[in-house]
């Protein structure tokens, strides 16, 4: 007995073509919804007022002469600020954001303590990309800020 198939009518295809385009409409409507949710916002809130102070803030963080090396080892994140002549240097009013650089879900913001001569803290961060906000304040009261990338191995 030959088995009877029935044939591809109007209605099926229009049936077909509408679940693809909803199929496509929904994980578009999806990845925005994620992207926005895990966006975590902007780094200045008027990039014009920011640019106003940018060049002197530059200059007088250019005149501190620090160089800062940033290092992540068996759960520990530490920042090495060294002067001109290489030695380190005490900062004032150290802080840190440390997350991710697509979403603020893994955010920290880890108490550095001063240990020979670096900023050491706890920070056990999973392996990947991560960026360091920092802002540390020298004796006089200039403003010392970066954004580092850091790399974690895995």
Same mark, same amino acid.
């Given at each position: 007995m030959a088995e009877m198939t029935k044939p591809l009518s109007g209605r099926k295809v229009l049936a077909i073509t509408v679940s693809a385009f909803a199929i496509i409409i929904g994980v578009n409507v999806l990845m925005a919804y994620k992207a926005v949710s895990t966006f975590p916002g902007l780094e200045v809130p008027n990039?014009?007022?920011a640019s106003q102070t940018f060049d002197a803030e530059r200059k007088a963080q250019q005149a501190l002469g620090w160089t800062l090396t940033e290092s992540h080892a068996d759960g520990q994140l530490r920042l090495a600020f060294r002067d001109r002549d290489g030695l380190p240097v005490r900062v004032k009013d150290l802080s840190a954001l440390v997350g991710r650089t697509t979403e603020?879900?893994? =955010?920290?913001?880890? =108490?550095f303590s001063y240990v020979n001569g670096d900023y050491v803290a706890d920070a056990p961060l999973a392996p990947g990309k991560w960026m360091i906000l920092l802002e540390a304040f020298s004796d006089d009261g200039t403003r010392f800020h970066q954004r580092l990338d850091l790399f974690v191995k895995g």
């Amino acid at each position: 007995m030959a088995e009877m198939t029935k044939p591809l009518s109007g209605r099926k295809v229009l049936a077909i073509t509408v679940s693809a385009f909803a199929i496509i409409i929904g994980v578009n409507v999806l990845m925005a919804y994620k992207a926005v949710s895990t966006f975590p916002g902007l780094e200045v809130p008027n990039s014009y007022v920011a640019s106003q102070t940018f060049d002197a803030e530059r200059k007088a963080q250019q005149a501190l002469g620090w160089t800062l090396t940033e290092s992540h080892a068996d759960g520990q994140l530490r920042l090495a600020f060294r002067d001109r002549d290489g030695l380190p240097v005490r900062v004032k009013d150290l802080s840190a954001l440390v997350g991710r650089t697509t979403e603020a879900a893994q =955010d920290i913001h880890p =108490d550095f303590s001063y240990v020979n001569g670096d900023y050491v803290a706890d920070a056990p961060l999973a392996p990947g990309k991560w960026m360091i906000l920092l802002e540390a304040f020298s004796d006089d009261g200039t403003r010392f800020h970066q954004r580092l990338d850091l790399f974690v191995k895995g």
